[in-house]
C-alpha cells in the first residue's frame, strides 16, 4: 500500500499524496518514495516541471508521521528517529535546490513537514482554504523541516510568531507573507491544475488564474512591535503590558506551547537567521534527535495527536524554570 502516486504526461511529473485518513502526514514510506521518484525527474528530460498535488479536500500535508517518531522514542529506537528526520530533510533540501520549476497546489492544511515539501520550491499556490501553520511547540518539539532557515527571513516579527505561537495562517496572508507565491480561488484550482498538466507553460496558467489575495487581517504591526524579538520572557513581558484582546490570544497560545519548545525554538530561530539553509538542516536534525528524547515531546504527541485531551503536563510548567542547560544541549551549543 503506497499513499503516494505519480504520473508523467506533456512534460510534467506529479506526484499525488494519497493517504487521506492521515491528512497525509508524511511517514517514513512517503519520504523514501519521493526522494528517488524526485531525483530521478532531476535528470530526466521529459520531465521538465514538478507538480505536487493532493488526493484529500481537506490537507495538503498535515506533517510528519509524529506519532511513530513517538513511539520510536519510547522504545529507544534512535536508529530510526535519525533515519526518518534525516530522509525527510534531504527530501526537503532537494526540493530546496531543484533544477526545474516545482509546483505545489495547497488547497487545505499545509503544516509543520507539509510545508518542507512545498515552502522550499520555487511555486507555491495556495487557496482560500489553505491553512498553513508551523504547531510544534504544541506538541514539544521545534519547527524543523528548515523552518529555522525561512522563518527568520519573514517581514518583522512573523517567523517568531508563526514558530512560537503555532498560529495558523490562511492561503491569503500565506502570500502577503512571503510563505505562498500566487493566490488561486478554490473553485479554480482544478482549471489551474488541468491547464498545467496539460503541459501549458506555467507562467500564461498563472497569469491567467492567480489573483491579488484579499486584505489581510493579521496584525502585521502589532505582530513587528511584540515579536521581532529574539527572547521568549520579553516578548511574552511585552504581551503582558499590552492592554489588547490580540496580545491576550496569543499568550494563550503560548500558555500552551510547552516552555522548553518556546526556548529551544527562539533559539534556534535566531541562530538560523544567521546560517545557510544547509547549516540550518544539519542543526536541525541535531536538536529533533535530542528534543524527541525528551518527556515533553512524549507528554506533547500523547495530549495531541494520541489521547487528544489537548491537555499535555509539560515539565517544567513555566517559562522560569526552563532548563537552559538542557536547551543548550537540544539546540547544540
Ligand atoms: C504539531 C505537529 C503535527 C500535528 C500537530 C501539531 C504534525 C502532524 C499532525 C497530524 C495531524 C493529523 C493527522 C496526522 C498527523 O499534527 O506534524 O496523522 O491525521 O503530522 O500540533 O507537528
Known sequence: MSFIRTLIAHGVGEIILDRPQA????????????????????????VELVLVTSASD???????????????AMSGDTAAITRYFSSEYRLDQLIANYPKPYVALIDGA????????????????VTEKALIAMPETAIGFFPDIGATYFLPRLPA?????????????????????????????????????????????????LREHAEVPPPTDIPLSKI???FDDVSVPAIIG?????????????????????PTSLAVTARMLELGGQSSLDQCFDRELYAAEHITATTDFAEGVRAVLVDKDRNPGFDPASLDDVDAALVAKIVGE
Do not use: K
Open 110 to 125: 499545509a503544516m509543520g513537514g507539509g510545508l518542507g515539501i512545498s515552502v522550499h520550491g520555487e511555486i507555491r499556490v
Open 58 to 72: 481537506r490537507a495538503f500535508c498535515a506533517g510528519g508521521d509524529i506519532r511513530a517518531i513517538r513511539d520510536n
Open 23 to 46: 491528512l497525509n502526514a508524511l511517514d517514513q514510506t512517503m519520504v523514501d518514495e519521493m526522494l528517488p521518484i524526485l531525483t530521478n525527474w532531476a535528470d530526466d528530460p521529459p
Open 224 to 226: 513587528a512591535a511584540y
Open 157 to 205: 516579527g512573523i517567523g517568531m510568531w508563526l514558530g512560537l505561537t503555532g498560529a495558523r495562517i490562511r492561503g491569503a496572508d500565506a502570500v502577503t507573507v512571503g510563505l505562498a507565491t500566487h493566490f488561486v480561488p478554490s473553485d479554480r484550482l482544478p482549471a489551474v491544475a488541468d491547464a498545467i498538466r496539460s503541459g501549458a507553460p506555467l507562467g500564461d496558467v
Open 238 to 258: 511585552g504581551l503582558q503590558g499590552a492592554n489588547d484582546e490580540w496580545a491576550q490570544e496569543q499568550l494563550a497560545l503560548l500558555a500552551g506551547a510547552s
